[in-house]
């Protein structure tokens, strides 16, 4: 079946190999890492992507995080 007639799978990087596979487990670590930060440390804030007032609130959350961790 050509391409064409599929839209949405793309020919240089389809759906169904390894490559895309290693993509997805990647991605899916780090909305894991968004959810413990959004939800579990209460910062449901955190939706601006890509601008500095999302970098300074992941910031700040990454350094709460870690402060929590560290304690004894």
Do not use: C
């Not at 959004?38 to 700040?60: C, H, I, P, T, V």
Request: proline share 7%; glycine share 2%.
């Amino acid at each position: 079946m050509p391409f064409t007639r599929l839209p949405w799978i793309d020919p240089s990087f389809p759906q169904l190999s390894r490559r895309f596979q290693k993509a997805i487990a990647r991605r899916t670590v780090i909305e894991r890492a968004h959810k413990l930060m959004k939800f579990d440390y209460g910062d449901e804030r955190l939706s601006k992507r890509g601008s500095n007032a999302f970098q300074a609130r992941l910031d700040k959350t990454l350094l709460a995080m870690h402060l929590v961790l560290a304690s004894p």
